[in-house]
């Protein structure tokens, strides 16, 4: 999914789930099967896009779990664990256009190098790694969605005007 000028990253997701309903799709029960987690760092401008995607959902009322996270480490296995369906959302510095959507499956994340230590991991080690060790009871429909970050260094409640 990229993003459309004029479209924020809330929007966009709330736009697919209003998509789903229209199709027919039993909204309730995806609500008891489906977690939003949003992933960042509330004080740094653009690195908090995963959790303000996460509120604005939440807000709208899209019917799902809801998990905050400000970090990558262990806490996502345990908040994913028994859902069947799951959207993390997270910022990311990779170079493309600040305020682009950037939707991946879990194989996307898997094929990135090991970390030198295991205290500098990232979310795709941190996913493989749980679903090494739960394969059955982590989700089987897993979607990251990244949010190219402009700035990350600023200290700031509110992402910068290209991410908002």
């Given at each position: 999914?990229?993003?459309?000028?004029?479209?924020?990253?809330?929007?966009?997701?709330?736009?697919?789930?209003?998509?789903?309903?229209?199709?027919?799709?039993?909204?309730?029960?995806?609500?008891?099967?489906?977690?939003?987690?949003?992933?960042?760092?509330?004080?740094?401008?653009?690195?908090?896009?995963?959790?303000?995607?996460?509120?604005?959902?939440?807000?709208?009322?899209?019917?799902a779990?809801?998990?905050?996270?400000?970090?990558?480490?262990?806490?996502?296995?345990?908040?994913?664990?028994?859902y069947?369906?799951?959207f993390?959302?997270?910022?990311?510095?990779?170079?493309?256009?600040?305020?682009?959507?950037?939707e991946?499956?879990?194989?996307?994340?898997?094929?990135?190098?090991?970390?030198?230590?295991?205290?500098?991991?990232?979310?795709?080690?941190?996913?493989?790694?749980?679903?090494?060790?739960?394969?059955?009871?982590?989700?089987?429909?897993?979607?990251?969605?990244?949010?190219?970050?402009?700035?990350?260094?600023?200290?700031?409640?509110?992402?910068?005007?290209?991410?908002?």
């Amino acid at each position: 999914m990229v993003r459309k000028p004029g479209a924020t990253p809330a929007s966009l997701w709330f736009r697919r789930w209003t998509e789903l309903q229209q199709r027919g799709r039993d909204v309730e029960s995806m609500n008891r099967r489906t977690v939003i987690m949003g992933i960042g760092n509330p004080l740094l401008m653009d690195d908090r896009a995963g959790i303000e995607v996460a509120e604005r959902l939440e807000a709208l009322g899209v019917p799902a779990d809801y998990e905050v996270l400000y970090t990558v480490g262990f806490d996502v296995i345990d908040k994913l664990m028994g859902y069947e369906r799951a959207f993390v959302v997270d910022a990311s510095k990779m170079g493309g256009e600040p305020g682009t959507v950037l939707e991946l499956c879990a194989d996307d994340l898997f094929t990135t190098a090991c970390t030198p230590c295991s205290h500098a991991t990232t979310l795709g080690t941190t996913l493989k790694t749980g679903y090494m060790i739960f394969p059955e009871e982590l989700p089987r429909d897993l979607k990251v969605i990244l949010i190219e970050a402009d700035e990350i260094t600023e200290f700031s409640r509110e992402c910068s005007p290209k991410v908002r």
